[in-house]
């Protein structure tokens, strides 16, 4: 699904509706792959362990065609499911699995979308939204443990202390989709940022640069990006990579980020090609602890943590 590590994990168009049994505390491991991405393992059937991408901007879970294949799982409906990706649009098979355990959670009803493989190692699956929505949940970056606990006070109030920043939802403008963003600051510019967790690196788009004095036709003589990333950084406009910037949220700060400048397909999707707007991924966020709070429409950040070299 991501070439080259690519930044954004396939979203569905469609969500149906699953239940969810949820207990008063429940967790489990995840770690941090070779793309900086955040990975923790899943159940289907009481199969497994599945390695699954933890995805913010993902609206539906998802199931790599190899694991289909070794549930034996046939397709669920006769109409097939719209996925959009960052390499491609598709048409994919649904399947309905009996159940998904992550971190003591049982999962049941949810329709999983089935992607094909992938020419390079990744994943076995995505945790999309449709399933972290349901909960209050919890990326404690220290003890490397992900928490799926019970929306609501009882759960926000442990977290009070730390740095809270608004998560805005938003659809899009043709899809009753829901995905959900972050008023930031890139050296001191304001920008709006998909929050994707999914994503292992950071992005804006031309519009965004350009309000940070990167201007594009300084860059018009590379040519277009390398063939192997023009399905994720698009076949004409200029690819460039800026070192050193500061991107902040709500009086936390961080220095020295690498970004890169785009204008990927992935913006048309979620309709910000016409504005300046950014994406924000695990290269600014994830060696913090975080807490989501789908309900209550925010996002804690925690302390700052180092894996050891």
Not at 306 to 309: G, I, V
């Given at each position: 699904?991501?070439?080259?590590?690519?930044?954004?994990?396939?979203?569905?168009?469609?969500?149906?509706?699953?239940?969810?049994?949820?207990?008063?505390?429940a967790?489990?491991?995840y770690?941090?792959?070779?793309?900086?991405?955040?990975?923790?393992?899943?159940?289907?059937?009481?199969?497994?362990?599945?390695?699954?991408?933890?995805?913010t901007?993902?609206s539906?879970?998802?199931i790599f065609?190899?694991?289909?294949?070794?549930?034996?799982?046939a397709?669920?409906?006769p109409e097939?499911?719209?996925?959009?990706?960052?390499?491609?649009?598709?048409?994919?098979?649904?399947?309905?699995p009996?159940?998904?355990?992550v971190?003591?959670?049982?999962?049941?009803?949810?329709t999983?979308?089935?992607?094909?493989?992938?020419?390079?190692?990744?994943p076995?699956?995505?945790?999309?939204?449709?399933?972290?929505?349901?909960?209050?949940?919890?990326?404690d970056?220290g003890?490397?443990?992900?928490?799926?606990?019970?929306?609501?006070?009882?759960?926000?109030?442990?977290?009070?202390?730390?740095?809270?920043?608004?998560?805005?939802?938003?659809?899009?403008?043709?899809?009753?989709?829901?995905?959900?963003?972050?008023?930031?600051?890139?050296?001191?510019?304001?920008?709006?940022?998909?929050f994707?967790?999914?994503a292992?690196?950071?992005?804006?788009?031309?519009?965004?640069?350009?309000?940070?004095?990167v201007?594009?036709?300084?860059?018009?003589?590379?040519?277009?990006?390398?063939?192997?990333?023009?399905?994720?950084?698009?076949?004409?406009?200029?690819?460039?990579?800026?070192e050193?910037?500061?991107?902040?949220?709500?009086?936390?700060?961080?220095?020295?980020?690498?970004?890169?400048?785009?204008?990927?397909?992935?913006?048309?999707y979620?309709?910000?090609?016409?504005?300046?707007?950014?994406?924000m991924?695990?290269?600014?966020l994830?060696?913090?602890?975080l807490?989501?709070?789908?309900?209550?429409?925010?996002?804690?950040?925690?302390?700052?943590e180092?894996?050891?070299?």
């Open positions: 699904m991501r070439r080259i590590g690519a930044l954004i994990a396939f979203l569905a168009l469609a969500v149906l509706a699953g239940q969810a049994w949820a207990s008063s505390s967790e489990q491991p770690r941090i792959d070779s793309h900086g991405r955040l990975v923790t393992d899943v159940y289907v059937d009481g199969h497994g362990p599945f390695t699954f991408l933890i995805d901007a993902s539906r879970s998802l065609e190899h694991v289909r294949k070794q549930l034996g799982l397709q669920s409906q097939r499911l719209t996925i959009y990706g960052i390499n491609d649009v598709a048409e994919v098979m649904p399947v309905k009996s159940e998904l355990r971190a003591g959670e049982s999962v049941r009803g949810l999983l979308g089935v992607l094909p493989d992938s020419e390079n190692s990744g076995d699956g995505v945790l999309g939204i449709d399933i972290l929505t349901r909960y209050f949940v919890v990326l970056r003890a490397m443990r992900l928490k799926l606990l019970p929306p609501g006070e009882d759960s926000t109030r442990a977290y009070a202390g730390w740095s809270r920043v608004d998560l805005t939802p938003r659809p899009l403008k043709k899809f009753s989709i829901q995905f959900w963003y972050l008023n930031s600051r890139f050296n001191g510019e304001r920008l709006t940022a998909l994707d967790l999914g292992g690196m950071t992005m804006m788009n031309w519009g965004a640069a350009e309000r940070l004095g201007h594009k036709y300084r860059f018009t003589a590379n040519g277009p990006p390398p063939e192997e990333l023009q399905d994720v950084l698009g076949k004409k406009a200029p690819a460039v990579r800026i050193g910037m500061e991107v902040r949220l709500m009086g936390r700060s961080w220095n020295r980020q690498m970004v890169i400048v785009a204008d990927a397909p992935v913006f048309g979620f309709d910000l090609e016409e504005q300046p707007a950014a994406i991924g695990t290269s600014v994830g060696d913090n602890s807490a989501i709070d789908f309900a209550g429409q925010h996002l804690f950040i925690g302390p700052t180092k894996e050891s070299d």
